[in-house]
């Protein structure tokens, strides 16, 4: 049996790295995604099911804009048999295109199945989605390969963090 933080861990590691396959670890074929955006900065459907859905919206699709990617699970790891859980989370990364910087920051809520603990539910609030001219993309890739990764505490966000307006505007938010 799968913990649900291996599930979030296969996730993290299929998004971040273009590896849709991994997903099957991750969710029950029959699993769900709910998506509330707060920003005009990037667009998902508000709803998806099934796992192959979700690693067509999550992994594929997103690794055609996307590069460079790293998503922090923010705070607390879930613990064994836990079958719901939620944590804030920073995403780093560059626009394939034109090689600008993305930050953003959300919220992850998770829930799985008792037996199998694959993700059956997942809702993903972005609250901020920053664009940032290619220049920055450097220092703030750094800083990202510098932070533990993917389950990052509160308080090594500020360790070492670029002097981003954008960068210390998400870090106040995330430690607040």
Same mark, same amino acid.
């Not at 998503?71 to 939620?86: H, K, L, Y």
């Not at 505490?153 to 981003?164: E, Q, T, V």
């Given at each position: 049996?799968?913990?649900?933080?291996?599930?979030?861990?296969?996730?993290?590691?299929?998004?971040?790295?273009?590896?849709?396959?991994?997903?099957?670890?991750?969710?029950?074929?029959?699993?769900?995604?709910?998506?509330?955006?707060?920003?005009? $900065?990037?667009?998902?459907?508000?709803?998806? &099911?099934?796992?192959?859905?979700?690693? =067509?919206? *999550?992994?594929?699709? /997103? +690794?055609?804009?996307?590069?460079?990617?790293?998503?922090?699970?923010?705070?607390?790891?879930?613990?064994?048999?836990?079958?719901?859980?939620?944590?804030?989370?920073?995403?780093?990364?560059?626009?394939?295109?034109?090689?600008?910087?993305?930050?953003?920051?959300?919220?992850?809520?998770?829930?799985?199945?008792? $037996?199998?603990?694959?993700?059956?539910?997942? &809702?993903?609030?972005?609250?901020?989605? =920053?664009? *940032?001219?290619?220049? /920055? +993309?450097?220092?703030?890739?750094?800083?990202?390969?510098?932070?533990?990764?993917?389950?990052?505490?509160?308080?090594?966000?500020?360790?070492?963090?670029?002097?981003?307006?954008?960068?210390?505007?998400?870090?106040?938010?995330?430690?607040?």
């Amino acid at each position: 049996m799968t913990e649900l933080k291996g599930s979030i861990e296969s996730y993290i590691l299929a998004k971040d790295g273009n590896r849709p396959h991994l997903l099957t670890d991750a969710f029950a074929h029959d699993a769900s995604l709910a998506m509330t955006v707060k920003t005009a $900065a990037i667009a998902f459907p508000q709803e998806t &099911h099934g796992r192959d859905a979700i690693a =067509s919206v *999550l992994v594929s699709d /997103f +690794a055609l804009k996307y590069e460079n990617v790293y998503t922090f699970c923010v705070g607390a790891i879930p613990t064994a048999n836990q079958s719901e859980f939620s944590c804030d989370w920073l995403v780093c990364m560059t626009e394939k295109a034109t090689g600008a910087a993305r930050v953003g920051y959300g919220r992850y809520e998770w829930t799985s199945d008792v $037996a199998s603990s694959r993700v059956t539910r997942l &809702h993903i609030t972005i609250e901020e989605m =920053s664009t *940032l001219p290619a220049e /920055f +993309a450097g220092s703030i890739l750094n800083w990202a390969n510098r932070l533990p990764y993917p389950w990052c505490a509160r308080d090594a966000l500020s360790k070492d963090a670029p002097g981003i307006e954008t960068v210390q505007h998400v870090i106040t938010q995330l430690t607040r």
